[in-house]
């Protein structure tokens, strides 16, 4: 299993930044997918989650209205549109799947991408 995040860096508050998960080795289209974030001296935190089909989805209310979660299951990508970003957002962000087989619940979680905002 292998899940590897792109798109972080460092911009300005009210810019946006787009962040996106490739995952392989695991059945994607079967898999529910995550975004969490730590900031520096906090606990990791659930940022937005994505059922297996798309067709649900779940936000903190911290960035519901400004972040946006997706997936293409034809690709293996899962996405998170952030706009509007505020300083408090800046984080280290991970993917993270998981799926239910055997009556066994299984997670991965990427490295992590760091996502910085400032002025």
């Known amino acids: 299993v292998q899940l590897v995040e792109s798109g972080g860096g460092s911009v300005q508050p009210g810019e946006s930044l787009k962040l996106s998960c490739a995952a392989s080795g695991f059945t994607f289209g079967s898999s529910g997918m995550s975004w969490y974030r730590r900031a520096p001296g906090k606990e990791r935190e659930l940022v937005a989650g994505?059922?297996?089909?798309?067709?649900?989805?779940n936000y903190a209310d911290s960035v519901k209205g400004r972040f946006s979660i997706s997936r293409d299951n034809a690709k293996n990508l899962v996405y998170l549109q952030m706009n509007s970003l505020k300083p408090e957002d800046t984080a280290v962000y991970y993917c993270?799947?998981?799926?239910?087989?055997?009556?066994?619940?299984?997670?991965?979680w990427g490295q992590g991408t760091q996502v910085t905002v400032s002025s």
């Open positions: 993270k799947a998981e799926w239910a087989s055997w009556g066994k619940m299984y997670d991965y």
């Open positions: 994505i059922s297996s089909t798309g067709g649900s989805t």
